[in-house]
């Protein structure tokens, strides 16, 4: 049986898993450059963070941006066991150079996320308190529910935007 340890502040080392894995991933496709991106177009830019809508409107073409939803309770998977599972809902906001770049960068976002092809939707959380990070015995991340759209916002172009719903097992309280 795996043992199960427990992580303080777990929401950021989580957060910081699923953000590098999917940098990793879309360096491996290409994206980040600096040569060889995909269409001859401008390497992606990666950020992370939440963006207000001035922010939004100030960003670039090929700029990817990861932000998180608000943590929900978590919810008892056990009877008696402590093993407690929480969704955190996770938004990746794709501006491209044109339409065509801003979707091919957002399926990219939506492949590697929803686990299609050679890439996993399952993913080991790292402590980021140790260097380097390493990972927690007992905590897996599951990407579920991953969804490309076009947001209807009239003062961007070239926007897409991918969302989906990362679930974590992890010890509860006891």
């Known amino acids: ?17 699923i953000a590098d894995d999917l940098e990793t991933a879309m360096t491996a496709l290409g994206w980040l450059g600096p040569t060889g991106v995909p269409f001859g177009t401008k390497a992606l830019e990666f950020q992370r963070k939440r963006m207000d809508e001035s922010e939004m409107r100030a960003i670039t073409g090929n700029t990817a941006v990861i932000s998180w939803g608000d943590e929900p309770d978590w919810q008892p998977e056990e009877l008696g066991g402590g093993l407690v599972s929480v969704n955190h809902v996770f938004f990746v906001d ?5 339409d065509p770049i801003a ?11 929803g686990g299609s092809n050679t890439w996993s939707r399952f993913h080991q959380v790292r402590d980021y308190t140790q260097q380097p990070p390493v990972v927690v015995a007992g905590w897996q991340v599951e990407v579920m529910d991953v969804q490309r759209e076009r947001p209807t916002a009239d003062w961007r172009r070239y926007w897409q935007t991918v969302k989906g719903t990362c679930t974590v097992y992890y010890p509860g309280p006891e």
């Open 1 to 17: 049986m795996t043992s199960v340890t427990y992580l303080r502040h777990a929401p950021r080392h989580i957060q910081e898993t």
């Open 94 to 98: 794709v501006v491209g150079v044109n």
């Open 103 to 113: 979707l091919a960068i957002a399926s990219d976002v939506k492949d590697v996320m």
